[in-house]
């Protein structure tokens, strides 16, 4: 039997992650102020203050982006060690993202809610779960 790493469902789930992390990062960059309701941040009502909002937002949608893809592109070349980790450090960002919420007093488990199925699909990938 084939370790659990190697599972067809764990690459399928490191996938799905891949597509959130696009479909976010397009989110943030098509609607920068819509996307801000994933952190509960007040909208800025000058209109310079806005303006760098947008622009950031639009930074946190590439990074999303590049989160996403990276992980589908390790995935899909079936590099489940590199998905795994990948998985994890995301899963670091999702927990970062929820601190600053956190710091701001509320919305951090728009971000910790997900953080750890980042981090167990990615330790089951890295093979924390193989019995060798």
């Not at 990062?25 to 996307?35: F, H, T």
């Not at 956190?102 to 997900?114: A, L, P, Q, S, T």
Request: aromatic fraction near 12%; glycine fraction near 10%; hydrophobic fraction near 55%.
């Amino acid at each position: 039997m084939a370790p659990i790493s190697q599972s067809t469902a764990m690459f399928i789930a490191a996938n799905v992650f891949g597509i959130i992390f696009i479909g976010f990062g397009i989110n943030a960059i098509l609607r920068p102020i819509e996307a801000l309701t994933f952190f509960e941040f007040d909208v800025p009502t000058l209109p310079a203050e806005r303006k760098v909002v947008e622009s950031l937002s639009i930074v946190y949608g590439v990074r999303d982006i590049f989160m996403g893809v990276a992980i589908n592109i390790v995935a899909c070349y079936g590099q489940r060690k590199a998905a795994g980790w990948i998985l994890i450090a995301a899963s670091a960002v999702a927990f970062a993202d929820g601190v600053v919420c956190w710091m701001h007093g509320k919305g951090e488990w728009n971000h910790w809610g997900y953080a750890p199925m980042l981090t167990m699909v990615g330790s089951v990938l890295v093979g924390v779960l193989d019995k060798e």
